[in-house]
């Protein structure tokens, strides 16, 4: 079963979903990470990905495609959460036609206002090494600029300036609200406000998974 964790940028799906890898066995992709992994191995998607991504623009739909069913297949039958894919309806409906064999059990909205999300996304830094992600007020790492969990040096993620931050909230809106319709049509859609403190909203996620009845 694929849980599908959807939001505008600084929602918290990164920090959600890797709660569910952690408490509840989930497995995870991370489109963003992964097309980050391959930009910082140089390879051609990867090149052409990171201009984009530096742009607040949307990676094409046939390259995430892949990247997603590799990582579906690699996964086997283990409950997976796929942190920020679909993003367009083209997406959701390649994602569709894997029905048979990866079926949806819900598309997941973190609800959050557009105040909130600046604030989130620019005092966001995640560790240049494992990924890890800090809030510089909210979840600040024992030693500035340093991962607790490795060791490596923090950053902040070159589309988190915040000019780059309007750029993705518009892109969200035009490209990935409009599968609100397209779950709730399929009686997929479920909503949390995000705005909660992040355990709070990790408790109402457990519930809404449990009341899928795939707990
Ligand atoms: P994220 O880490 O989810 O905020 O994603 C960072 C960037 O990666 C996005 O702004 C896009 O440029 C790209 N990206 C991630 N997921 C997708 C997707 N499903 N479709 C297209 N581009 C994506």
Known sequence: MIYLLSGPPGSGKGTQSDMLVQSMQFKKLSTGD?????????TEVGRQAEALMARGELVPDFVLFEIVKAALRDFGTARVVLDGYPRTQQQA?????????????????LRIGDREIVARIAGRRVCSQCQAVYHVQ????????VCDACGAALEQRSDDM???????????????????????????????????????????????????GDA
């Open 34 to 42: 992964a097309l980050r992994a391959a930009a910082k191995m140089g």
């Open 93 to 109: 409906h390649d994602l569709e036609t894997l029905q048979a064999e990866f079926p949806v059990a819900m598309f997941i909205l």
């Open 138 to 145: 909210s979840r600040p790492p024992r030693q500035a600029g």
């Open 162 to 212: 915040d000019e780059k931050i309007a750029r993705r909230l518009q892109v969200y809106r035009k490209e990935t609200e409009p599968l609100l319709d397209f779950y709730a049509q399929r009686q997929l859609l479920r909503e949390i406000d995000a705005a909660q403190a992040e355990g709070a909203v990790f408790v109402r996620l457990q519930a809404l998974i449990g009341e899928g």
